[in-house]
């Protein structure tokens, strides 16, 4: 008779929380960007540098911080690094979300959801998010996520990628986002960079 394995129980990861992004995080955040960029490769073409890493200009704009018209999100599931956020455009007319990411394990769970509505709360107001049609997962999320922040008052455009004539046009879908939609947590004042 064989013998059987005990097997460990599923893991279930914990609830994905938003959290300002500070210096300390940046080894953390670095990492994070390099599965972001390799997602997103799949769509764009771009390649590593010679050293492995992609293009983080994006990145560095956003732990320059509010100063600069940004603000940097890690994304946690428990102890767990499970994504990121970028919004640049903070305080401006329209804010804009640069870059999310939310790590293949916490995908599928609602988690990319509940952290996108919360980073949406945080700034009120006019959003623009950008897309590409041919990425199908985020085309069915970022609709999903307007039609929870605005209702039907949402809008889909297509916008050429600036110095990229031979990639076909990003979608921007633009609405107004009050953080009062389905789940939406009011988040409590940022933590200090000195924080814990």
Do not use: C
């Amino acid at each position: 008779m064989p013998a059987h394995r005990a097997t460990a129980p599923e893991s279930v990861p914990a609830p994905v929380s938003v959290q300002p992004a500070s210096e300390a995080d940046r080894p953390v955040l670095e990492r994070l960007w390099l599965m972001f960029r390799h997602d997103m490769s799949a769509f764009d073409g771009s390649m590593p540098a010679r050293d492995g890493t992609f293009r983080s200009d994006r990145l560095e704009a956003a732990l320059a911080g509010a100063g600069a018209g940004w603000a940097a999100y890690l994304l946690r599931s428990g102890p767990h690094p499970a994504g990121l956020a970028l919004v640049r455009g903070v305080g401006g007319p329209a804010r804009v979300m640069n870059s999310f990411f939310v790590a293949r394990g916490a995908r599928g769970k609602g988690a990319g959801l509940r952290a996108a509505r919360e980073v949406v709360a945080r700034h009120p107001g006019p959003w623009e998010i950008p897309f590409q049609d041919a990425n199908a997962a985020a085309v069915r999320f970022w609709r999903r996520v307007a039609a929870e922040a605005a209702g039907e008052a949402w809008a889909e455009e297509r916008r050429p990628v600036p110095g990229r004539p031979d990639l076909p046009p990003d979608v921007w879908i633009s609405f107004t986002g009050d953080g009062t939609g389905p789940g939406v947590r009011r988040p409590g004042p940022p933590a200090s960079p000195a924080s814990p």
